[in-house]
């Protein structure tokens, strides 16, 4: 069984400073690991997308990294804005739920503050 | 624009009416579920679909149907909804062939019953 881990579960930080955010799963045999952003009460946004043949992946001021290996992601958001509170969620979709075709195992997520 | 379409984005109902949420994808992707995201819980996958007259149960199916008549359409009903239902609920869909693909989600439906 697939398990997906955030920490922390929340996250407080000043504009401008670099934001960091772990996800960690028990399994690595995955296909692909996705980060989302969640305003509150809103739909899922997708961020990034990893294949689980890559080690990391950027759009503008995120940069997503995978360690297939040791079962870790990170998020990074560089050059905080008061605009990037949010929660963010990852989700795996795991070999191991295979026969579910592309079930999402969500972590918990993260919310974060950044305080003008 | 590629998108996945849930109506309503709210509702409040009465236990026991039944009820009717719908999601539409306009990607043409074989692969559409629901998930419901509670506090403390996170998202969990309720219902799931390969593709058209292909369904199955997710983690958490009690008290929900769905039904998969044509591609882009993946109605989730509940036939006699209680409290405990209340909840955040996602549709979501993705190619099904390509393990390796993207997931787009709505923008959800918050229900309450009452």
């Known amino acids: 069984k697939q398990e997906v881990t955030q920490i922390p579960a929340a996250l407080s930080v000043p504009e401008g400073e670099n934001l960091v955010l772990n996800c960690s799963f028990t399994?690595?045999?995955?296909?692909?690991l996705q980060w989302f952003r969640q305003d509150p009460g809103k739909g899922l946004t997708s961020l990034l997308l990893?294949?689980?043949?890559?080690r990391e992946q950027t759009s503008g001021r995120l940069n997503a990294s995978l360690d297939k290996s040791s079962g870790r992601s990170t998020l990074y958001i560089a050059a905080s804005q008061p605009g990037d509170s949010a929660t963010y969620l990852c989700a795996v979709n795991s070999e191991v739920v295979k026969a579910a075709g592309n079930k999402l195992t969500f972590g918990g997520g993260t919310r974060v503050l950044v305080k003008p | 624009e590629a998108q996945v379409t849930q109506n309503p984005r709210y509702l409040i109902t009465v236990t026991g009416k039944k009820l009717t949420v719908t999601c539409s994808q306009n990607m043409n992707h074989e692969y559409m579920s629901w998930y419901r995201q509670d506090p403390g819980l996170g998202l969990r996958q309720i219902y799931y679909?390969?593709?058209?007259?292909?369904?199955d149960k997710g983690d958490v199916p009690e008290g929900y149907k769905v039904s998969r008549k044509e591609k882009r359409n993946f109605p989730l009903i509940l036939e006699s909804p209680s409290p405990n239902q209340t909840s955040l609920y996602f549709c979501?869909?993705?190619?099904?062939?390509?393990?390796?693909?993207?997931?787009?989600f709505g923008q959800g439906t918050r229900l309450t019953v009452v």
């Open positions: 399994d690595s045999a995955i296909y692909n």
């Open positions: 979501a869909s993705s190619f099904r062939k390509n393990m390796n693909t993207e997931a787009f």
């Open positions: 679909s390969m593709n058209v007259e292909v369904t």
């Open positions: 990893i294949q689980s043949s890559q």
